[in-house]
């Protein structure tokens, strides 16, 4: 495996996504929101203007759940796939070049391009409200970027994973748009359906593993477990024991969730 090879493929994919703007759109797309939430999420409440790291963390928690991993999974469904309908993969796969390169090469482009927005979009923020931040509230926040970075490399993985098996375009982007319902959405309800059917006698003991199963709800849970004034808003605190909210524990497993895709995308790209 050459990495000059995988470096030129990323920067093809980095700069092309800065050339149709689309880093810029949602670096934007970040900074407006959390700008928002930060200064007018207590709104409804009568209260207007920044009140806590907790608070804005605990709502932009709840934003990025949703935006992060729709625009990963966008960005990525065709990574392979809409190659192969160009019929630019065949050229590609006939220079010295392999499989693994090209793979690893447009992931990592497509992620630098994700993760340049996140931080962007999000420090920004950070800038601007450094001065009613104490050290203690940035660290918290810096760890929030930190784990959406992770969030959007693990549904990235997601995508290409779905681009390497998806037959075309059209079925990547079903596929694409299906995975989202159902680890955004569609998760949670089955676990929380299946905990009141059985009256709380079927799955709760493993209830806190089922939730790793899910990288929106580690990464949750990886940023609300740590706001002691946020977590029993959540009821974490009473169905997920703290040994299992380790920081590193679930950081290591947003890692599996980058790294298990991408290992049974290149398992079956080499087919």
């Known amino acids: 495996m050459e990495i000059a090879q995988i470096v030129t493929i990323a920067s093809k994919e980095f700069w092309d996504r800065i050339r149709n703007r689309w880093v810029l759109a949602v670096a934007l797309i970040f900074t407006a929101f959390a700008l928002v939430i930060a200064y007018f999420g207590a709104a409804q409440q009568g209260d207007v203007g920044f009140r806590s ?23 990525g469904f065709d990574a392979i796939v809409g190659e192969r309908e160009r019929g630019s993969l065949d050229l590609l796969l006939s220079m010295p070049i392999t499989r693994l390169e090209i793979l690893l090469g447009k992931y990592f482009g497509l992620a630098a391009a994700l993760t340049f927005s996140t931080v962007a979009g999000f420090g920004l923020v950070a800038i601007l409200l450094s001065a009613q931040l104490d050290f203690n509230a ?29 037959a075309d375009r059209t079925r990547a982007s079903g596929l694409a748009i299906a995975m989202w319902f159902f680890f955004v959405l569609v998760f949670d309800l089955l676990l929380l359906g299946a905990l009141v059917a059985s009256g709380g006698q079927w799955g709760g003991e493993i209830f806190p593993y089922l939730l790793l199963a899910n990288p929106a709800d580690v990464f949750r849970i990886l940023n609300i477990f740590t ?27 947003m890692l599996g969730w980058i790294a298990a895709p991408l290992a049974i995308a290149t398992w079956r790209f080499r087919q």
Request: aromatic share 12%; charged share 5%; hydrophobic share 65%.
């Open 227 to 253: 706001l002691a004034d946020v977590r029993s808003m959540y009821g974490l605190a009473t169905v997920f024991p703290p040994t299992l909210a380790n920081p590193w524990l679930l950081g290591l497993v």
């Open 53 to 75: 790291i907790d608070v804005t963390i605990a709502s932009l928690v709840s934003l990025v759940i949703y935006l992060i991993p729709l625009i990963a999974l966008i960005l």
């Open 138 to 166: 940035l660290i918290h926040y810096f760890g929030f970027m930190l784990s959406s970075v992770l969030l959007g490399c693990a549904f990235l993985s997601l995508a290409v994973m779905l681009s390497v098996f998806a």
